[in-house]
Nanobody, 127 residues
Framework: QVQLVESGGGLVQVGDSLRLSCAAASGRTFSPFAMGWFRQAPAKPREFVATLNWGSGAITYADFVKGRFTISRDNAKNTVYLHMNSLKLEDTAVYYC???????????????????WGQGTQVTVSS
């Protein structure tokens, strides 16, 4: 069953902004060690974008999004967000949120650190 529900992707132009949301499915226990965002462009491996440690609030970003993307959360809604500003053509990808329930590493910047994944949402940046 779907445990993480993503939304917010779409088609935007270079320089635009977009906010992705990732909500835990209602009724389930949600107590992650970390929540992360990854992306995968066509013919490329999945890559780390950002992670938020749920307990401490510590945040780590990939170098290529620093200053443009912001990860945030709403504890009451069991939701994590990815705010994306100044979008570039190379940001085009399927974006995935992921949940770390096993505390494999800190910070959790590898795909293997996460055991629950969202379905992905397409972000397309056009010129």
């Amino acid at each position: 069953q779907v445990q993480l529900v993503e939304s917010g992707g779409g088609l935007v132009q270079v320089g635009d902004s977009l906010r992705l949301s990732c909500a835990a499915a209602s009724g389930r226990t949600f107590s992650p060690f970390a929540m992360g965002w990854f992306r995968q462009a066509p013919a490329k491996p999945r890559e780390f974008v950002a992670t938020l440690n749920w307990g401490s609030g510590a945040i780590t970003y990939a170098d290529f999004v620093k200053g443009r993307f912001t990860i945030s959360r709403d504890n009451a809604k069991n939701t994590v967000y990815l705010h994306m500003n100044s979008l570039k053509l190379e940001d085009t990808a399927v974006y995935y949120c992921a949940e770390d329930t096993n505390f494999m590493t800190y910070p959790a910047i590898y795909s293997r650190d996460y055991d629950i994944w969202g379905q992905g949402t397409q972000v397309t940046v056009s010129s």
